[in-house]
Nanobody, 120 residues
Framework: QVQLAESGGGLVQPGGSLRLSCAAS????????MAWYRQAPGNERELVAHITIGGSTNYADSVKGRFTISRDNAKNTVYLQMNSLKPEDTAVYYC??????????????WGQGTQVTVSS
């Protein structure tokens, strides 16, 4: 079982930026794709962005051009850089490890989540 720990959430004004971090308990990036999900109150969990073993990335339409997923293999850490934040980005953000096959990301392990609130 992979342990994942998110950090970096908080309160930010509309138009601001945050960077979320996800530290993995061991070197997993050569074996697993990684992704960020989010869930707002009353909404279903949404896949925000993923990065494959090969480094290819994909984003939900709602965040494309504003969010960037990346990873640092030496630090076993995945990041989500969030710019031009909007109130509708408010949610709990979760880091996951999983598989990417046939253009579909399937999560396996989940972090505990970190709250992001965008409000003036």
């Amino acid at each position: 079982q992979v342990q994942l720990a998110e950090s970096g959430g908080g309160l930010v004004q509309p138009g601001g930026s945050l960077r979320l971090s996800c530290a993995a308990s061991r070197n997993i990036f050569t074996f697993y794709a990684m992704a960020w999900y989010r869930q707002a109150p009353g909404n279903e969990r949404e896949l925000v962005a993923h990065i494959t073993i090969g480094g290819s990335t994909n984003y939900a339409d709602s965040v494309k051009g504003r969010f960037t997923i990346s990873r640092d293999n030496a630090k076993n850490t995945v990041y989500l850089q969030m710019n031009s934040l909007k109130p509708e980005d408010t949610a709990v953000y979760y880091c996951t490890s999983g598989t990417y096959y046939s253009r579909t990301y399937s999560p396996g392990s989940w972090g505990q989540g970190t709250q992001v609130t965008v409000s003036s």
